[in-house]
Nanobody, 124 residues
């Protein structure tokens, strides 16, 4: 079993940037998992943000963040990142990282392990 811990959230003005990190420990190394970032507002469903393949060679983004967010990974450090630029108030949410072995990277059901989340708040 792998444990995931997110960090890097906080309060930022609209147009600003944040970099989220997701560190993995325990179980298999991160390189065996496809990794994803999701976000959730209270009372809403968990929303797909981005996913990256095991090697890092393939990425996929939600239309709402394409061109503004960048997902990357460093398997040697067992860490996945989400660089968020040009942030908007509508990006405000709790952000979760997730690890999974199966395809279907935009669906929460494709992921087996989840972190506790980190809050991102974007002011207008």
């Amino acid at each position: 079993q792998v444990q995931l811990v997110e960090s890097g959230g906080g309060l930022v003005q609209g147009g600003g940037s944040l970099r989220l990190s997701c560190a993995a420990s325990g179980g298999n190394t991160l390189s065996v998992y496809r990794m994803g970032w999701f976000r959730q507002d209270p009372g809403k469903d968990r929303e797909f943000v981005a996913t990256i393949s095991r090697s890092g060679g393939s990425t996929y983004y939600a239309d709402s963040v394409k061109g503004r967010f960048t997902i990357s990974r460093d398997n040697a450090k067992n860490t996945v990142y989400l660089q968020m630029d040009y942030l908007k108030p509508e990006d405000t949410a709790v952000y979760f990282c997730a690890a999974g072995r199966t395809a279907g990277g935009a669906s929460p059901t494709a992921y087996d392990y989840w972190g506790q989340g980190t809050q991102v708040t974007v002011s207008s």
